[in-house]
């Protein structure tokens, strides 16, 4: 078949390669102008881990993988070290750390030649008839697909097209969330420690792995009214929501967050709907299901979903009928399962009261030298 995947993140990058791998034509399609590589580390965990070995790109993950969130530390607004999380928090599974863009350099490397990547180009327009998906392109090209599958994240613009406007399935949990790069701090602490500092409703923090180091700003809100692609309107909120404080390293963040062309913003959001798919169209990913930043699961959710859409299509030989179903069916125990884990994790990263932050300070482990 010829399919379009709409969006390169992990989970358009995955679909590439588990549906290359089966013989199927595979289009993909991304709006930016280079595959995403800024933004903290993510997880490869669970099953994912065997997704990954069945895409044959598991030694590369392995190779490439990093060590960080044991060394998250809280500070006080001196910087002097609180604790750190109970080790106990956290999945007891299996889990490799690795740099966003060295997963997303893997799957690239990984697409089959049958698989062609188009930068700059999103979908426009998608007319769907008895026998194949009409899409027209950003660029005004047009082209037809036997199944369109949006990957496209938690702003979806497949699932937009196709179920309706995104409020009708996204679920703000009352955080947002910034990543800015901070190169003249990836070297600034030879211990490597990873610092986050509270005040109520806030936290500010700075995250270094291999030779970099990105700075880290989350607040409490209800839902802001912005343009999520306007890179400067984001930059205001923050100043406007950080400006005020003086302590620790808050107003060295806001000096990147100037620097910094391409931050990470958005809101920490989930995205319930009761199907994944209509007709000869299926979301993968968070463009499904996404589960939030809170959860740490979206790399693997989007690696397992790409495998199990890939996996019902060989079983049903291609009958998209039969596969979107069964899909569905496995993938969803696990996208639920995401979702549910954040209940009370905004609450210790970003406690709402002075009180708050003293009582989840007192549930952190005390730091020690070498530690």
Request: include cysteine.
């Amino acid at each position: 078949m010829h399919i379009l995947v709409s969006g390169a993140g992990v989970a358009g990058l995955s679909l590439g390669r588990v549906l290359g791998m089966r013989g199927h034509r595979v289009t993909i399609v991304e709006r930016a102008d280079r595959l995403r590589g800024n933004g903290s580390p993510i997880d490869v965990r669970g099953d994912a881990i065997q997704v990954a070995g069945k895409m044959g790109i598991l030694p590369a993950v392995r190779d490439a993988r990093i060590r960080m969130t044991e060394q998250v530390h809280f500070v006080d607004e001196n910087g002097t070290a609180i604790g750190r999380l109970p080790s106990d928090i956290g999945d007891s599974s299996d889990d490799i750390e690795i740099a966003r863009e060295d997963l997303s350099r893997i799957l690239a490397d990984a697409l089959p030649d049958i698989v062609d990547l188009r930068l700059s180009e999103s979908v426009n327009s998608i007319a769907e008839h008895h026998d194949q998906v009409d899409v027209v392109f950003a660029s005004g090209t047009s082209e037809s697909f036997d199944l369109v599958l949006g990957a496209d994240g938690m702003h979806s613009a497949v699932r937009r097209l196709v179920f309706g406007p995104e409020q009708d399935w996204i679920r703000h949990l009352g955080l947002y969330v910034a990543i800015i790069d901070m190169p003249r701090e990836a070297e600034a602490e030879a211990e490597r420690i990873n610092p986050m500092y509270s005040y109520p409703g806030h936290l500010a923090g700075i995250a270094r792995f291999k030779d970099k180091a990105i700075g880290l700003l989350m607040f409490a809100s209800d839902p802001l009214d912005y343009d999520y692609r306007d890179i400067e309107a984001q930059k205001r909120i923050l100043f406007d929501r950080f400006a005020g404080c003086r302590s620790w390293k808050v107003q060295t963040i806001l000096d990147a967050v100037r620097a910094d062309p391409n931050i990470y913003f958005d809101s920490v959001s989930q995205i319930h709907m009761p199907t994944w798919h209509r007709g000869r169209v299926a979301l993968v990913g968070d463009a499904a299901h996404c589960a939030s930043p809170l959860a740490g699961r979206g790399t693997s959710l989007a690696l397992t979903g790409a495998q199990f859409l890939a996996e019902e299509l060989e079983r049903g030989d291609g009958d998209h009928v039969l596969a979107f179903p069964r899909y569905e069916d496995r993938q969803r125990p696990y996208a639920a399962f995401a979702q549910g884990t954040v209940e009370g994790g905004g609450a210790l990263l970003v406690p709402p009261t002075q009180e708050a932050i003293v009582a989840r300070n007192k549930l952190l482990q005390p730091v020690t030298a070498g530690q």
